[in-house]
T-cell receptor
Framework: QKEVEQNSGPLSVPEGAIASLNCTYS??????FFWYRQYSGKSPELIMS????GDKEDGRFTAQLNKASQYVSLLIRDSQPSDSATYLC?????????FGAGTILRVKS | EAGVTQSPTHLIKTRGPQATLRCSPI?????VYWYQQALGLGLQFLLW???????NRGNFPPRFSGRQFPNYSSELNVNALELEDSALYLC?????????????FGSGTQLSVL
C-alpha cells in the first residue's frame, strides 16, 4: 500500500465550478498535511497546510482533514483556468515529508 | 529575497560517471531536502540535511549521497549513473528542524543519463 494515495486524474471541471481533490494516507500518527500545486515544467509551491481535524479556508481554497478516516481533501471554489495544474498531497511521516503522485486538474473555460 | 537556487538547470551524463547537483537554500533556512521526480511518478524523498547533519534518507541505494556545507548549501552526488536515474531532482529548504515546516522548492535539475 502506498503511503499517500491520490487519484491521478485528470479531473476536469468547468470554469466557475468547485474542484474536489482527495488524498488518503497510511500513517495514523501523521500530524501535518500539506497541499502543493505544480504547474507543468515548474516546481511545487505550497498552497495550504492543515494540522487539525476540520476545515481550513484560505480564499478560494478549503482544506479538510479527517484523521479518523485518514483522508485530507482540497476544495477549490470558483475554479479558474489558471488553476489547471497538478495538485500534490504531502503528509509528514516521521522524519520525512511524503508526497502523493498528484492529481491533474483541468479547468475548462 | 532570493528563493532556493539549483544548478545546473540541465545535466546530461553517460552511464557510469558521477553527477553532482547543487542547491542553495533561502537565506535563514537551515534545512535542505532532496527529492527525485521521475516522469509520471510523484516526488520521491531522497535526503534531508539540517545544520550540516544528515537527518533522514529515503529508500535509495547508497550511490545517492550528499552533504550540507557550513553555509547550509548542499550538494547531491549520484555515483555509478544508471539510465533509471534520469529524472528531475528538486531541492527544497525550510527554516529547519521539523518536517512539519513549509518547504520551498527550487526549479530543479533535469538529469538525463544516456
Amino acid at each position: 500500500q502506498k503511503e499517500v494515495e491520490q487519484n491521478s486524474g485528470p479531473l476536469s471541471v468547468p470554469e466557475g465550478a468547485i474542484a474536489s481533490l482527495n488524498c488518503t494516507y497510511s500513517d495514523r500518527v501523521s500530524q501535518s498535511f500539506f497541499w502543493y500545486r505544480q504547474y507543468s515544467g515548474k516546481s511545487p509551491e505550497l498552497i495550504m497546510s492543515i494540522y487539525s481535524n476540520g476545515d481550513k479556508e484560505d480564499g478560494r481554497f478549503t482544506a479538510q482533514l479527517n484523521k479518523a478516516s485518514q483522508y485530507v481533501s482540497l476544495l477549490i471554489r470558483d475554479s479558474q483556468p489558471s488553476d489547471s495544474a497538478t495538485y500534490l498531497c504531502a503528509v509528514n511521516e516521521g522524519n520525512k515529508l511524503v508526497f502523493g503522485a498528484g492529481t491533474i486538474l483541468r479547468v475548462k473555460s | 529575497e532570493a528563493g532556493v537556487t539549483q544548478s545546473p538547470t540541465h545535466l546530461i551524463k553517460t552511464r557510469g560517471p558521477q553527477a553532482t547537483l547543487r542547491c542553495s537554500p533561502i537565506s535563514g533556512h537551515t534545512s535542505v531536502y532532496w527529492y527525485q521526480q521521475a516522469l509520471g511518478l510523484g516526488l520521491q524523498f531522497l535526503l534531508w540535511y539540517d545544520e550540516g547533519e544528515e537527518r533522514n534518507r529515503g529508500n535509495f541505494p547508497p550511490r545517492f549521497s550528499g552533504r550540507q556545507f557550513p553555509n547550509y548549501s548542499s550538494e547531491l552526488n549520484v555515483n555509478a549513473l544508471e539510465l533509471e536515474d534520469s529524472a528531475l531532482y528538486l531541492c527544497a529548504s525550510s527554516l529547519g528542524g521539523q518536517t512539519n515546516e513549509k518547504l520551498f522548492f527550487g526549479s530543479g535539475t533535469q538529469l538525463s543519463v544516456l
